[in-house]
């Protein structure tokens, strides 16, 4: 059963920045795709950004320009660096590849 573990969630002023980091139990190089949802209150899962193993990556349009997705296999861990944070942002953020979800990482934007 692999293991998802996110990191790097917090309270944050809007314009600001934060990186989520998703550390996994076993090796990602072999995962054919990656990912982050969040899921705001009262509102559905959402996607955020994927990157497959080729290292393509997928943006949500709420987030193009602003987000940024990438990988490291030797760690078997992936980033989302997120800049200019608006207060719509807020929400659980969730580490995910194909049947396996992380507990999610709480992000908070202020106004």
């Known amino acids: 059963q692999v293991q998802l573990v996110e990191s790097g969630g917090g309270v944050v002023q809007a314009g600001g920045s934060l990186r989520l980091t998703c550390t996994a139990s076993e090796s990602i190089a072999s995962s054919l795709t990656m990912g982050w949802y969040r899921q705001a209150p009262g509102k559905q899962h959402e996607l955020v950004a994927t990157?497959?193993?080729?290292?393509?990556?997928n943006y949500g349009d709420s987030v193009k320009g602003r987000f940024t997705i990438s990988k490291d296999n030797a760690k078997n861990t992936i980033y989302l660096q997120m800049n200019s944070l608006k207060p719509e942002d807020t929400a659980v953020y969730y580490c995910?590849?194909?049947?396996?979800w992380g507990q999610g990482t709480q992000v908070t934007v202020s106004s």
């Open positions: 990157i497959r193993s080729t290292g393509t990556t």
């Open positions: 995910w590849r194909p049947t396996h």
